[in-house]
Every structure is written in C-alpha cells, then in structure tokens.
C-alpha cells in the first residue's frame, strides 16, 4: 500500500487560471480530507469528503471546490487563482472515525 | 473562533534534557486533542491523541481543561525527536492545526 498519493508534487500557475489536485487515498479509507498550508502557518482545513458529498467546510472561497469519486479519490479544483493561494495543498484519508493519514502535498506556486 | 495556540515557534533543547511542548486550546466541552509531528522530508503523522492516553516515543501529553492546554512532553530528548509539532483540535469532523513548534535537539 502506498500509502496517501497527491499528484502532481509541484505546480506552477499564472494568477486567474484555475488548477486541480488530486488526491488518491490509502488503501480501505472512505474519506478525504484537503488542508492548505501557507509557509511558517499550520495546515488549515479546507473540506471532507465523504461518500462523494461534502461533509464539511472550512472558511475558503467558493473558488476553491473539489469532488470525490466513486473509488473515494478525490480532486481539489481552485478556479480564478490569486498569488495568495501560493501554498502546499495536502490530503489526508481516514476510515470513518480513525486516524487520517497525511500524503505528501502538492506544492502549488501562483505567480 | 476555534483556536489552537503554540506559543513557540522554535525551541532548542539539549539532547537528555526535558522537552515541553505548549499548546492552548479554544474551549469546547469535550475536546478532542491531537498532537502530529513532521520529521524532514517525511509526511505529516500522527504522534499521539489524548483519548488514547498513550505514550509514543517517550512523548505523553496531558489534557488540563482548567488552563484549556495540551502540552506535550518528554523526559529525556534524543536526537532523532528533531521535528516540525502540530497541537490540533478536532471539532465537527474539522481538525484545526496550531501554527507548529519546531523542536531542535542540540548535541
């Protein structure tokens, strides 16, 4: 099992184009959670998934969405970007209630 | 708001010395607590949750409702605890993170 996978590790975008990360999770768990971490700050949450619905938000824009499919990845779709959404986009899975397991991010640069 | 403070950013430690790591929480009933820790060029993990009341790694961390605090400690620091900690909160299936204490075990 590999573990949580994010693709791709590193993306660079001019400001206004829209990008999409994507998120596989570990083997068994059924939901996906996206964190946004801006330099020197804490992973801040951004939403869960769970059967393919949102379950919860955190207070981020409208512009940020995202989707989970049937074989529970999922996908982070950032629409209009600002060079402040320059940050490492991580994504955890867990199995319901149990510990999340963290991927190694995806490095997104806005300039 | 739901808060998580860690008042240092960094803290440098001498390795056989005690580590204690602040963390403040933001009053909810019944909190659910949570420290991870990033070693380098290694994913977030968890370390330890306070419902569990484990130890890891030589690590503990006491829940003090009365102070809201988490603070998580060690006896003795070794080498290998060097690393980026993240006190965090769980509320409503939304894990709030505290900015992180980088811990940095001195020879």
């Known amino acids: 099992d590999a573990g949580v996978t994010q693709s791709p590790t590193h993306l660079i975008k001019t400001r206004g184009q829209q990008v999409t990360l994507r998120c596989s999770p570990k083997?068994?768990?059924?939901?996906v959670s996206w964190y946004q971490q801006a330099l020197g700050q804490g992973p801040q949450f951004i939403f869960q998934y769970y059967e393919e619905e949102e379950r919860q938000r955190g207070n981020f824009p409208d512009r940020f969405s995202g989707h989970q499919f049937p074989n529970y990845s999922s996908e982070l779709n950032v629409n209009a970007l600002l060079l402040g959404d320059s940050a490492l986009y991580l994504c955890?899975?867990?199995?319901?209630?149990?510990?999340?397991?963290f991927g190694q991010g995806t490095r997104l640069t806005v300039v | 708001a739901q808060r998580v403070t860690q008042p240092e950013k960094l803290l440098s430690v001498f390795k056989g010395a005690p580590v204690e790591l602040k963390c403040n929480y933001s009053y909810s009933g019944s909190p659910e607590l949570f420290w991870y820790v990033q070693y380098s060029r290694q994913r977030l993990q968890l370390l330890l949750r306070?419902?569990s009341r484990e130890s890891i790694k030589g690590f503990t961390a006491d829940l003090n409702k009365g102070e809201t605090s988490f603070h998580l400690k060690k006896p003795f620091a070794q080498e290998e605890d060097s690393a980026m900690y993240y006190c965090?909160?769980?509320?409503?299936?939304?894990?709030?993170f505290g900015k992180g204490t980088r811990l940095h075990i001195l020879p």
């Open positions: 955890a899975s867990a199995l319901g209630d149990t510990e999340a397991f």
């Open positions: 965090a909160q769980n509320r409503d299936d939304k894990i709030i």
């Open positions: 306070h419902i």
């Open positions: 083997s068994g768990h059924d939901t």
